[in-house]
């Protein structure tokens, strides 16, 4: 059993955390299951609720995840997510060695106002297609996306169940997408999308909005928000070969 000491001026859930962070870079993998946390609470002498204290601590580092009904689980280490030109997430997964799933969680038509319209540059009012998809891999969520297409990319995307809609969009319409822009931004996840990414609300979500230009013709036709999980994915960003500041090329 580690040992714990007391009145050290380290509090005894820190020096938990502690052991089991060492434990964790040691010799446990992504998706390993920790013990629970009644065997953990006997193993370090201590009671349930101090037990608690110490993987809470893990769990805002983003090293492990409480999974209901199951216990506790080791987090896949952090992707890095290039920001360039292309928009290619299960393409870039899968270079890496990594297999990503892609949800569609629901699709809607509505209209379009505010930053949507702006974004993707058509009239307020004006239709568009929104899909909301999760992103991850092995039923570990790394991205919450908002999808709004317009133009010959929103047709295609009507028949889209999933998984890459970059390749759908290619395989149905032969339209590519290119990043015209993207900003980015921390903030707090809400509650559903927080249930979504499987985090805690105290935890920041990366924030990009991005604009996407049909490859073809030129014309800007889908605005995407995304929320990547910030303990599992860092983000690269490349220099923008163009901005929407000014029209797109014809």
Not at 69 to 89: E, I, W
Not at 136 to 158: I, M, Q, V
Not at 200 to 206: K, N, S, W
Request: proline fraction near 5%; charged fraction near 25%; aromatic fraction near 4%.
């Amino acid at each position: 059993m580690p040992q714990l000491v007391r009145q050290s001026g380290i509090a005894i859930w820190a020096q938990i955390a502690n052991a089991l962070r060492a434990e964790i870079e040691r010799g446990l993998d992504d998706g390993d299951w920790l013990p629970t946390e009644p065997d953990l609470a006997a193993r370090f002498g201590v009671n349930r609720h101090t037990l608690r204290r110490a993987v809470d601590e893990l769990i805002a580092e983003g090293l492990v995840e409480r999974v209901h009904g199951r216990g506790t689980r080791v987090l896949a280490r952090g992707l890095v997510y290039g920001l360039g030109r292309d928009t290619k997430f299960t393409e870039r997964l899968a270079a890496s060695g990594r297999t990503a799933q892609v949800t569609l969680l629901d699709q809607s038509e509505i209209a379009a106002d505010g930053g949507v319209a702006r974004r993707l540059r058509v009239v307020e009012g004006a239709s568009v297609l929104r899909l909301r998809t999760l992103r991850g891999e092995e039923n570990l969520p790394y991205a919450l996306t908002l999808h709004f297409l317009t133009g010959d990319a929103a047709k295609a995307a009507r028949s889209y169940t999933g998984g890459s809609l970059t390749r759908h969009l290619r395989e149905v319409a032969g339209i590519t997408l290119d990043r015209v822009e993207s900003l980015i931004t921390t903030r707090l996840p809400l509650p559903e999308d927080a249930l979504a990414l499987r985090m805690p609300r105290t935890q920041p979500v990366l924030r990009v909005k991005g604009v996407n230009a049909c490859r073809e013709c030129g014309v800007i036709q889908e605005y995407a928000i995304t929320q990547f999980r910030g303990d599992r994915i860092q983000l690269s960003v490349a220099d923008p070969e163009w901005a929407t500041d000014d029209p797109p090329p014809h």
